[in-house]
């Protein structure tokens, strides 16, 4: 059985050690380039000028929110002692819940260099790739609902910047002394391809919008993909993105949960939104059909 490991081990270790030097060059224009391809697949429901209006408001809102997220982190890197203090806390915690599974996960996994790096992609490429291309997916095809997942993402983004904000906390990687390694930084042939350091927030652990957002990707790709195989990625998606949010030593378990929950609760009030505005348009038709 050793044996029969080893092999797999050595094949699987083949195929995932892939210098990715050339991404890290490349890095978004990769991405554009797919995006591009995708809107020209899809051109004739980008035609219109209302479309084009809303796109850009759509860009516009994404800017908006990236400066704010900058803003929070330029004011969270002063505080580096009470992000490790509270990073203490979350180990004193799960170790008391017996839930600090964190360490023996990923000292099983250093054994096999395939799955750190299996684990190093999964978390750098399958997260804003997969939230880019999911968000024209949805805007292109699926334009009557993209607005309850835009407005989940916004506003679990917004209570997370406010959590941010006032409870830094260090991540699994930079508690040495708990055994934690830095695997996408130490191990990944690709040093954080899509989140250079210098444009992270560092002590933003807690909670995991890295899984949370992933998880409203997934609900959205399995509620309204048509194909099994639809189904199976959008269960798969952030199964997966737990794991690697954990094994790379970028999360504690907490954080995992705690950023679900709020991805959860921001798709509950994009929900709520939705509903009002609908019925709201309802009864101004209904009142505007009356007087004619």
């Given amino acids: 059985m050793e044996i029969l490991w080893g092999a797999f081990s050595t094949t699987a ?44 408001g759509e860009v516009l809102i994404v800017v908006s929110a990236y400066f704010a997220y900058f803003t929070v982190r330029g004011l969270v890197e002063t505080r580096e002692a009470q992000a490790f203090h509270r990073a203490i806390d979350i180990i004193e915690l799960e170790q008391a819940l017996g839930i600090f599974w964190e360490p023996g996960l990923q000292s099983y996994i250093l054994r096999f260099d395939w799955l750190v790096n299996l684990a190093n992609w999964t978390y750098i490429w399958g997260h804003w790739p997969v939230i880019v291309f999911a968000a024209i997916w949805l805007f292109l095809l699926h334009r009557e609902v993209y607005s309850v997942y835009r407005n989940a993402f916004l506003i679990s983004g917004a209570i997370g910047l406010i959590i941010f904000f006032m409870l830094p906390v260090a991540p699994p990687r930079f508690m040495d002394a708990w055994g934690f390694v830095d695997t996408v930084t130490e191990r990944s042939q690709a040093y954080r391809v899509l989140q250079p350091p210098a444009f992270v927030n560092q002590y933003a652990a807690m909670p995991s919008l890295h899984f949370g957002w992933n998880l409203l990707v997934g609900i959205a790709i399995y509620r309204h993909g048509k194909s099994l195989l639809f189904k199976v990625i959008g269960i798969a998606l952030p199964v997966v993105m737990f794991a690697s949010i954990v094994l790379t030593a970028n999360h504690y378990i907490i954080d995992g949960l705690a950023g679900g929950m709020l991805a959860i609760l ?27």
């Fill in 266 to 292: 921001g798709l509950a009030g994009a929900a709520a939104i939705h509903q009002y505005l609908n019925r709201r348009s309802e009864e101004s038709g209904t009142l505007a059909s009356q007087h004619t």
């Fill in 13 to 56: 270790l083949s195929v995932f050690s892939i210098d990715a030097s050339f991404l890290s060059a490349a890095r978004w224009p990769l991405v554009g380039i797919g995006l591009i391809i995708f809107i020209l697949l899809n051109r004739s429901r980008t035609s219109s000028a209302a479309t084009l209006r809303q796109l850009a």
